[in-house]
């Protein structure tokens, strides 16, 4: 009964066949069993294949002639003895490769070309080489490639375009090599070469400074990634304020190696630990608030939660005052953005003080406080001073000139007319009568009349006992001189307005009437 049961099911399995036929078919069955189990099937001389992995590690390779099947995934080539890798070292397209194995070897060259047919490429490892230079476009052909190691080599110069359409590099390791510049424009926060990138290792290389300004404005997310420890540094108070910053933000990047962030203060002083330049020893630097950010009177400011993971969607804001700041109140002057930062509309001085944000996320939970510090005053405010500044400084100077033009350049009044004087030295002149301060005699004292009108009236119009003619007009007296003469001061003359004592007038009888008022007066407006 067993004997038929067990008859039963052989020909229900392979109903009309035959022995070698059924062999075969078994064959093909197990073969294709075997390549997709991952059994590889014509594994390369010296390699070692499991699944999809192929490991040529310590195969004592020189050149790069394997023929490496379609389905390979990881190929681990390491400590060997390459030297180049050349455009035709993978002749056909691996599509299923993502991890690339080179280190530990003798590498000097790396072809532009060498990375064309894997181009789903996630993890190359050329680290521990010989490798000088990164020349152009070098992984420009590597757009998925996620995680790039080329720490230890000898690599001093670097073309940025080596690493261009490499949108989804998030790591990239240049540690242990010869590097002077610091390549910012890879991380920088606007028009970034690496969008993605939040790991950058530059340490232990030959970096002395970097711009700290520029390293300031990155995300906080790419600073807790940025190693530069183990460089010559040049310590300043800036370089101390930057990473006692980012320590107080608790960065990886200076918690971790705290005791590597070294800087040089001068030949004989070297290797003085970053952190400590605020002790008078050596610089003493000032310490600065944890973060700070400075407004104007009026303005409308947006101050950001800036984390040290990307990603971070759950952010909470609350006042110097201790109030929550709320996502949905659009009448308040203060409302929580989507991307998590806090606007404040028209910022004043009782908006100063420390605002506290608190990042929640599924890794960890993240404190941060930014102190605001606002002006009292608009935004233009310096340059409207300096306006106001420069206009009375122009002024100044306009003044300085119309003064130096009414002294030096109005006509002349005195000095020109020396001539004119000597002409007539007989003439009495008219500052005697206005400036003098001795009291003006009557006419009627003894011999007063005739000494006041000898020097008052020209000889060639003189009358009997050397007095004006009694009948003479202006026009007549002044007949055959250049100017009028004039009599004694009357009440109205300008001598009365520089004299201390009264003035005594003359009456019309006494021979004062040819040279009258209407004289006097004509002369002083002709002064004047």
Not at 151 to 168: C, H, P, Q, V
Not at 334 to 363: F, H, K, R, W
Not at 433 to 439: A, C, D, F, I, N
Request: charged share 20%; glycine share 6%.
């Amino acid at each position: 009964m067993w004997a038929r049961d067990a008859s039963a099911p052989r020909r229900r399995l392979a109903p009309g066949c035959g022995g070698a036929a059924c062999l075969l078919l078994l064959l093909l069955l197990s073969s294709g069993l075997a390549h997709r189990g991952g059994l590889a099937l014509g594994c390369p001389k010296d390699c070692v294949c499991a699944s999809n992995i192929l490991s040529c590690s310590n195969a004592d390779l020189k050149v790069l002639t394997l023929h490496l099947p379609r389905y390979a995934a990881v190929l681990d080539l390491s400590h060997n003895n390459l030297t180049h890798v050349r455009a035709d070292w993978a002749p056909s397209l691996l599509p299923h490769l993502q991890s690339l194995l080179l280190n530990h070897n003798h590498l000097v060259f790396v072809s532009t070309e060498a990375f064309n047919n894997l181009p789903h490429l996630k993890y190359l490892d050329l680290s521990s080489n010989f490798i000088a230079s990164l020349g152009e476009n070098l992984f420009s052909k590597l757009k998925e490639l996620e995680v790039l190691l080329l720490y230890k080599n000898r690599l001093s110069r670097i073309d940025l375009t080596a690493f261009e359409e490499m949108g989804r590099l998030q790591k990239l390791y240049l540690s242990h090599n010869m590097i002077s510049r610091f390549p910012l424009e890879l991380v920088k926060k606007d028009g970034a070469l690496l969008p993605e990138l939040e790991l950058l290792d530059l340490s232990s290389n030959k970096i002395k400074t970097f711009s700290l300004d520029a390293v300031k404005d990155l995300p906080a997310w790419v600073k807790n990634g940025l190693y530069v420890h183990s460089n010559p540094l040049t310590c300043t108070c800036q370089l101390y304020n930057l990473f006692s910053h980012w320590q107080k933000q608790q960065l990886s990047s200076a918690v971790d190696f705290e005791e590597e962030l070294r800087c040089d203060i001068d030949p004989s002083r070297k290797g003085i630990r970053i952190l400590s330049l605020s002790s008078p020893e050596f610089m003493n630097c000032t310490k600065v608030k944890e973060q700070s950010f400075i407004a104007y009177r009026g303005e409308n400011v947006t101050i950001d939660c800036d984390t040290r993971q990307r990603g971070v969607t759950i952010k909470e804001w609350v006042t110097p005052k201790f109030e929550r700041v709320s996502q949905e109140n659009n009448n308040s002057s203060m409302l929580v953005l989507t991307n998590g930062s806090l606007q404040i509309s028209n910022i004043g001085m009782e908006d100063m003080g420390p605002y506290i944000c608190y990042a929640v996320s599924q890794v960890f939970n993240e404190t941060l406080c930014v102190h605001v510090a606002v002006h009292n005053l608009t935004q233009h405010g310096a340059s409207d001073t300096l306006n106001t500044a420069y206009t009375t400084l122009v002024g100044c100077i306009l003044s300085v000139i119309l003064v130096l033009i009414y002294l030096y350049l109005t006509p002349c009044r005195c000095w020109c007319r020396s001539s004119e004087k000597q002409a007539n030295q007989q003439e009495d002149s008219i500052n005697s009568s206005m400036l003098s301060t001795t009291p003006n005699h009557n006419a009627e004292g003894a011999g007063g009349k005739e000494v006041l009108n000898r020097h008052m009236t020209p000889s060639n119009v003189q009358g009997q006992n050397g007095k004006c003619k009694p009948n003479s007009s202006p026009r007549e007296s002044t007949k055959g001189t250049q100017k009028a003469e004039r009599k004694m001061s009357d009440p109205e003359s300008v001598s009365s307005v520089f004299s201390d004592t009264p003035i005594v007038g003359v009456s019309q009888s006494e021979g004062g009437r040819g040279c009258g008022k209407e004289k006097a007066r004509a002369e002083l407006v002709g002064l004047l």
